[in-house]
């Protein structure tokens, strides 16, 4: 035996060994087989035995029904069924059945329609099978080509199929209206000019209570606007009352509820903005909400101070959508600064708010000044113009960029006439 040929064998050997011990000590164990949980399928009645016709025969053949396919029968309807031909009464009243069974009559309307009518109303929201056996036979004696059979469904419940804002749902804006889409047509297509619109249902109800008005956009589709918006940080409860019916006599089961959180009120924007440096001394104070506000609240929570000194003022409500209130300080003691400006002969220096003096001389118009050397002339006294503005010209100032708004008023020029001239 060669060298390769006993490598093999042994390789062969230790093989055998291992698939043996595991078989024997179970490495590999074999999962318990986890049982699939099945449904229970809806009892469907047994089709009878087909029957085939005899050669030559022409069997008749159900050329209408009611209800039809998809349609859902009202609790009190009744059920029709029309052939193609005259039929033999007695042999249809025979073959006739609807499962579960529903205690009725059965009567002709003519020789070819047969309508039956249950007893007592049928149950809501349920299925029903209706079967014509094979036995049943046309006045020519020729019967059904095997049994017929339809089944339908009663009216079920009306339900809402969805809510905006939806359950449970916060932040919900301020301005927000309130939609309830149901799964059937709740109310008949009409226009709003007509009469019977404004007795149309309003089916949903708050708490807190909400002051607004409804409208059906379409049949199936309700909306609430509110008369104002949502008070802020609130959660509102919306509630649609059991039996509320629909136009096919469906109706609501329960009372269905769900609630939402609106968004609580912050601040939004102010002015002067924080860290806001060289504002004018008469400045007003504005805060501006995200939704209105309760003025009285936001005065008591409002506080402006000055190291440790409160700083007095009145509040003012700005707008009744966007409530802002501001806060205007006393009467100024002293000439505002902020809008001042400097000229400088180099540009650079009025680039960026700075403190810096700046000489004056005193200001002669063109006329004044040829009126002077022309009074020494004559010795006349001169008749000209001299202005002087309120402000000391020569006040150092600080440069800054004019605030915004409309700027403070600037005191009037005063104007004197003096002497006289031939």
Known sequence: MTELQRYKALALVVLAGLFAGACS????????PVPTPTSTPFPTPTMPPYTPLPRGAVSPVVIQRSPERGEELSLDGSIELVFDRTMDQASVETAFNVSPEVAGELEWT?????????????????????????EAKASDGNPLDGAYRFRFRTVGYLEVAQVIPAPDVEDVEAASTVTVIFNRPVVPLMAVSDPAYTDLPQPVTFEPSIEGSGEWLNTSIYVFTPAEPLAGGTTYTARIAAGLADTTGGVVAEDYEW????????????SPHEGAELIGVETTVQVTFNMPVDCDSATEAFSMRTGVRSVAGTFVSRSST??????????RTSPIKACSSCMCRKRALAASPKRLERPGRSRRSITS?????????????????????AVNPFRSSRASRAPMGNPPPKALDSTSMSGTTP
């Open 25 to 32: 000590c179970g490495l590999w164990p074999v999962p318990t």
């Open 322 to 331: 966007s409530s802002t209130p501001m806060n205007s300080p006393g009467p």
């Open 259 to 270: 609630s939402f959180s609106t968004q609580p009120p912050h601040v939004v924007w102010v």
């Open 369 to 389: 000044m040829l009126a002077s050397a022309a009074a020494k002339e004559t010795g006349l006294e001169p008749k000209v113009l001299c202005s002087s503005t």
């Open 110 to 134: 003519d020789e070819r329609t047969v309508r039956f009518k249950p007893a007592r109303g049928l149950k809501r929201d349920a299925e029903y099978y209706v079967t014509v056996g094979a």
